[in-house]
T-cell receptor, first 112, second 118 residues
Framework: AQSVAQPEDQVNVAEGNPLTVKCTYS??????LFWYVQYPNRGLQFLLK??????LVKGSYGFEAEFNKSQTSFHLKKPSALVSDSALYFC??????????FGAGTTVTVRA | GAVVSQHPSRVICKSGTSVKIECRSL??????MFWYRQFPKKSLMLMAT?????????EQGVEKDKFLINHASLTLSTLTVTSAHPEDSSFYIC??????????????FGPGTRLTVT
C-alpha cells in the first residue's frame, strides 16, 4: 500500500520568511508524488509533481519541493511566503491505477 | 491548462430527496474520473473511480446504491446521492485524468460541491 504522512497539522510563518511543509512517503516501487493547495470552499489546485528526474521540482506560485529518497521525504518549500499562501496543503502519492492517496493536510497561516 | 468544472457549486436539499452533481472536463478527454468526499478540515476520501463507458469501481465502505456514478461520455461524469440524509452533507470533489492528442493530463480537480441535507 502507498501512503503519505504530513506530520504537522499547522504551520505558521511570518510574511517574507521561508515556508516549509513536510511530507514523508511510503511506497513500493517508484514514487509518484504530488502537492496540492486548497483554499476555503474550493477544489484542489495542482502545485507540482515528482515522477522522475531532478530531485528539486519547481512548481506554481514560486513553490518547489525536494525529493529525498534516503529520507523518503518530499517537503514543499517557498523561499519567501506571502499572506495569500495561507491555505490547506495536501501531499499525495499516486498508485499504478492512478488513484491518489492524500495526507491529512497541513494548514498554513502566513501572518503579515 | 486543464479545467474541470462541477455543477452545482452548492446545493441544499430535503432529507429523502436525490441530488445529482455533474463533473465535466472542459478541454481534455477524461478517460477516468474520480469522486472524493471531504469532511471539514479533513483530507479527501476517495469514493469511487469511473472509466468512460464502464461501471464505477467503489472504495470499500462506500454504498454503491446510495452514491450512483455514471460516466456516460469522455467529458462528463455524474454523482447522484440517492435518498439523501443529513449525514450525507459534505463537500464533494471530482477529479479527471485523461488526454488530448498526445498531451497526458494528471488528475485535475473540480471546484467542489457543497451538499447540505436538511
Amino acid at each position: 500500500a502507498q501512503s503519505v504522512a504530513q506530520p504537522e497539522d499547522q504551520v505558521n510563518v511570518a510574511e517574507g520568511n521561508p515556508l516549509t511543509v513536510k511530507c514523508t512517503y511510503s511506497v513500493s516501487g517508484n514514487p509518484y508524488l504530488f502537492w496540492y493547495v486548497q483554499y476555503p470552499n474550493r477544489g484542489l489546485q495542482f502545485l507540482l509533481k515528482y515522477i522522475t528526474g531532478d530531485n528539486l521540482v519547481k512548481g506554481s506560485y514560486g513553490f518547489e519541493a525536494e525529493f529525498n529518497k534516503s529520507q523518503t521525504s518530499f517537503h514543499l518549500k517557498k523561499p519567501s511566503a506571502l499572506v495569500s499562501d495561507s491555505a490547506l496543503y495536501f501531499c499525495a502519492v499516486r498508485a499504478n491505477d492512478y488513484k491518489l492517496s492524500f495526507g491529512a493536510g497541513t494548514t498554513v497561516t502566513v501572518r503579515a | 491548462g486543464a479545467v474541470v468544472s462541477q455543477h452545482p457549486s452548492r446545493v441544499i436539499c430535503k432529507s429523502g430527496t436525490s441530488v445529482k452533481i455533474e463533473c465535466r472536463s472542459l478541454d481534455f478527454q477524461a478517460t477516468t474520473m474520480f469522486w472524493y468526499r471531504q469532511f471539514p478540515k479533513k483530507s479527501l476520501m476517495l469514493m469511487a473511480t469511473s472509466n468512460e463507458g464502464s461501471k464505477a469501481t467503489y472504495e470499500q465502505g462506500v454504498e454503491k446504491d446510495k452514491f450512483l456514478i455514471n460516466h456516460a461520455s469522455l467529458t462528463l461524469s455524474t454523482l447522484t446521492v440517492t435518498s439523501a440524509h443529513p449525514e450525507d452533507s459534505s463537500f464533494y470533489i471530482c477529479s479527471a485524468r485523461g488526454r488530448t492528442g498526445r498531451m497526458e493530463y494528471e488528475q485535475y480537480f473540480g471546484p467542489g460541491t457543497r451538499l447540505t441535507v436538511t
